[in-house]
């Protein structure tokens, strides 16, 4: 640390010390006086209001020392919290709850700091309830527009306060009309001059120096004029280009409140009001962490800066200060002059030094150079978080961030925060209706069951599979992301299919809505043949189960605890439907006539299996083919202890082709659903068949290759379907 640092740390807590200061006698201002944007009932009560302005910037300088030690509990020393531009509004919250109760009744001058020692209080007790159960985590998911217009918001409050502190609120309507009567204001306009000589400079000089040089400069010309008599205009009188002295400072610590004055019914009224406040200042500060992260490019652990923000509230309380809401304003400050801890503690030390002498400093800080840095701190923030952005996000985000910015200016900060926050919810779901829940939608000439069947079955499945079709969903299901598939269906002939299947084993969940769309969509159909194969999970059965409960469609729907299950009894049925003469279900079906056949089967063995017992077991090393004569096989594996049907076998088929021609081990068992015959080809009787009949050995051969060539086949469409 040299010479250096310890320059640029003084610099900037001095001018943030200055900001501190300035927004102490402004929220001050504001409680002794009342003066709430458009609340003329505040105005009216603020003529039987008691607490002095001394103590009202008392209790704001005491939040704001404690908030520049922010830094001691964080691990981001750039950190410092207490009255700025964005804590005005929780400030105007409590007050406006606070009078929406007694406005009309005799309240003494003690009441006010019992108040806002419950208010720290009760926000430090609610801050550790949010960082002990997390709730801090649901800040992650507000939007980039959002916080984006949070940011740009924050910049126009620092404009809006700016030209407060310098004259007027210019950005205003009543504001911007007195302007409009007098145009000439000079204090405004060396405020906006000041802003843009470090607007300009900063693109060649460092901010950290630029800016305490402009201050000073601009401070010295401005006293030399004012005070030393160059000007001897009326614009240019002292009250109108430097702050008033306060000196009645009335600090009341929790140790010296009149606890006496504690009326418990006032207490019990104004406690919900309080709790909601604390819930806005908590908010208020999330929500500043998660707008610094992307502006700082940093991730902050907001378990504990929560944990920071309860110490600091508890000591506010403690010393008779507000709830401690971060300070974007004079965070930005550190950010751009290079601040840290230091600069906070300095800045801190201003305010200690103004509670005990006076505001006497402030005396010769004109409001111009004041108001000047923050307006070009508010043009920074609205500048970085519109117009640069247009480049780097979609229009509709654009949009959505000058909303929030306009909601802002027009109705406050609060209203505008969580009007984007509803906006955003309304984009999301119109977004995500747009996306597809349906991430593969075939039918059954493409997607078939694990069960291996005879070349007759597999011919009706590849001339009638097209009257099955499948969907398979993904997802969260809402009344906006159903819509696509609902659209989809409805393109649909009915008609032209015997089975509709959907498959919700990749459904995170469905709400309410989402089942009311499914239930419609079965009404619709009821009077068709069409039948609705859903396939569920634990978490949907309950909702797919009072689908099903209607008595319209109960017939209609049947539920599967798989999907292999539900391909598998939709093929069953179109092989039902659509055989003739009931197929014999021969396994040797590749042979021209029947005397190849009875050649061929005397080369096998015939083998009966008992139900539950195997005909081979993983890991076994025979080199047999096996042809099912009859009954019913399943071909297992034991996945992490638990058993997984691979496939399931019936007359008809031939199985265990690979290892009888790789002579490798059994990859899965394959074990009897019921008494069951196979027919039995050795490795022996096979080289028996190849030297004696050697055309059957080469038709067998060709069977093989054909079969293992449509299973590629088979599985190169899925992949195309699925692309």
């Known amino acids: 640390m040299n010479f250096s640092y310890w320059l640029r740390q003084f610099t900037c807590g001095t001018i943030s010390g200055l900001s501190l200061c300035v927004f102490c006698i402004s929220c001050g201002a504001l409680i002794a006086t009342l003066q709430f944007p458009d609340t003329q009932a505040a105005v009216t009560a603020s003529l039987q209001f008691p607490y002095t302005l001394g103590a009202a910037v008392a209790a704001m300088l005491v939040t704001g020392i404690i908030g ?25 919250g409590f007050f406006t709850a606070f009078l929406s109760i007694f406005q009309f009744s005799e309240f003494l001058e003690e009441s006010i700091p019992i108040l806002l020692f419950l208010s720290a209080i009760i926000t430090a007790i609610v801050s550790s309830i949010c960082a002990y159960f997390k709730v801090y985590k649901f800040i992650r998911f507000l939007p980039f527009s959002v916080i984006a217009g949070f940011l740009a918001s924050s910049g126009f409050l620092m404009l809006k306060g700016a030209a407060k502190i310098i004259s007027f609120n210019l950005f205003s309507i009543e504001g911007f009309q007195e302007f409009i009567s007098n145009p000439w204001q000079p204090e405004l306009l060396v405020g906006f001059l000041i802003a843009g000589s470090v607007l300009y400079l900063s693109k060649y000089y460092s901010p950290g120096v630029l800016i305490p040089v402009i201050f000073i400069f ?12 160059l000007c001897v205009s009326e614009l240019c009188t002292e009250d109108r280009w430097f702050f008033t002295t306060i000196t009645d400072f009335t600090w009341k610590p929790a140790w010296e409140i009149d606890w006496r004055a504690l009326k418990i019914d006032e207490v019990f009224q104004t406690i919900p009001f309080i709790f909601i406040v604390s819930l806005v200042a908590i908010f208020t500060t999330l929500f500043t962490l998660s707008s610094l992260e992307m502006s700082n490019n940093k991730e902050y652990d907001l378990s504990v800066e929560l944990k ?55 005396n010769y800080i004109p409001k111009a150079c004041m108001g000047g840095l923050l307006i070009f701190i508010g043009i920074n923030l609205l500048k970085g978080w519109t117009i640069n952005q247009r480049s780097k996000v979609e229009p509709i985000e654009i949009i959505q961030i000058i909303l929030i910015l306009f909601i802002v200016a027009w109705y406050g900060f609060i209203i505008g925060v969580f009007a984007g926050i509803v906006m955003a919810c309304l984009f999301f779901v119109y977004t995500y209706s747009n996306i597809s829940v349906t991430y593969l939608h075939n039918d059954l000439k493409v997607l078939q069951s694990s069960v291996i069947r005879s070349d007759p079955e597999q011919k009706i499945l590849e001339n009638f599979g097209q009257r099955a079709k499948v969907f398979r969903l993904t997802g969260y299901l809402f009344f906006g992301s159903i819509y ?7 393109k649909l002939d009915i008609n032209d299919y015997d089975f509709i299947i959907i498959d919700f084993s990749k459904v995170s969940g469905m709400d309410s809505s989402a089942s009311q769309v499914f239930q419609r969509i079965l009404t619709r159909y009821s009077q068709h043949q069409t039948q609705w194969f859903f396939v569920y999970t634990l978490n949907l059965q309950n909702k797919l189960l009072s689908i099903q409960k209607n008595q319209k469609i109960e017939t209609q729907m049947l539920l599967f605890k798989s999907f292999d299950l539900a391909l598998e009894a939709s093929e069953d049925l179109i092989i039902q439907k659509h055989q003739i003469n009931q197929l014999s279900q021969t396994c040797f079906s590749f042979f021209s006539n029947a005397e190849q056949i009875e050649q061929f089967k005397a080369y096998c063995l015939l083998k009966t299996i008992p139900s539950d017992d195997f005909l081979v077991r993983e890991g076994d090393r025979t080199n047999d083919l096996f042809f099912l004569k009859s009954g019913e096989f399943e071909v297992i594996k034991d996945i992490n202890h638990q058993e997984i049907r691979l496939a399931k076998l019936k007359a008809g088929a031939m199985v265990g082709e690979l290892a009888f021609y790789n002579h490798g081990e059994r990859s899965a068992s394959i074990r009897a659903n019921c008494i069951s015959e196979v027919y039995v080809l050795t490795e022996d009787s096979f080289k028996a068949m190849r030297n004696h009949t050697s055309d059957l050995a080469s038709q067998l051969d060709f069977y093989v290759i054909r079969k293992i060539s449509q299973s590629l086949l088979k599985t190169n469409k899925l992949i195309d379907s699925i692309v």
């Open 218 to 229: 601009f401070c010295i010309i401005i006293n030399l004029v004012i005070r030393g008599g």
């Open 68 to 92: 520049s030690c922010y830094g001691l509990f964080s691990k981001d020393k750039l950190l410092v919290s207490g009255p700025d531009a964005n804590s005005l509004s929780v400030l105007t």
């Open 484 to 490: 696509n598939l609902e659209n989809k269906l409805s």
């Open 308 to 362: 920071s923000h309860t110490i600091l509230s508890v000591l506010s309380a403690s010393f008779g200060g507000f709830i401690p809401v971060l300070a974007i304003g004079r965070i930005t400050i550190n950010k751009t002059m290079g601040g840290a801890l230091p600069a906070g503690i300095i800045s801190g030390g201003f305010a200690l030094a103004t509670i005990s002498l006076g505001s006497d400093l402030l």
